[in-house]
């Protein structure tokens, strides 16, 4: 099964969400803000993916939080997203024991089709 996680108000993962509703592909919505992610499953991600992928410089949490200013390091980009799952990139769909960061229809369709 398809593990989406993110979001329900996120425009990405709806796009994402959509996506599997119209090709009739199974899958189950891990929501931040009600269930959170840990850093174990951070950290399972950052085996497959790099940091600057998974870490969303662009979001209006990054810049709330004025992590600009911080010049965070990988490792401290780490510890944020494990206090605050707003910052990961969205959605992170888990399939196959594969990872895919963002909402592409492109590479959906060569990836779940």
């Known amino acids: 099964?398809?593990?989406?996680y993110g979001?329900?108000?996120?425009?990405s993962v709806k796009k994402a969400l959509a996506f599997f509703k119209k090709h009739n592909?199974?899958?189950?919505?891990h929501d931040f803000k009600t269930q959170g992610v840990g850093c174990d499953k951070i950290s399972s991600w950052l085996l497959k993916t790099q940091i600057k992928t998974l870490f969303n410089s662009k979001s209006t949490t990054y810049r709330t939080l004025g992590l600009k200013e911080k010049n965070l390091d990988e490792k401290g980009m780490a510890e944020?997203?494990?206090k605050e799952n707003l910052l990961i990139?969205?959605?992170?769909?888990?399939?196959?024991?594969?990872?895919?960061v963002g909402f592409n229809e492109d590479s959906y369709q060569g990836a779940f089709l």
């Open 1 to 4: 099964m398809i593990q989406v």
């Open 25 to 29: 592909l199974e899958f189950e919505l």
């Open 80 to 82: 944020w997203l494990c």
């Open 7 to 11: 979001i329900k108000n996120c425009d």
């Open 89 to 100: 990139k969205r959605p992170v769909i888990e399939f196959n024991d594969t990872l895919v």
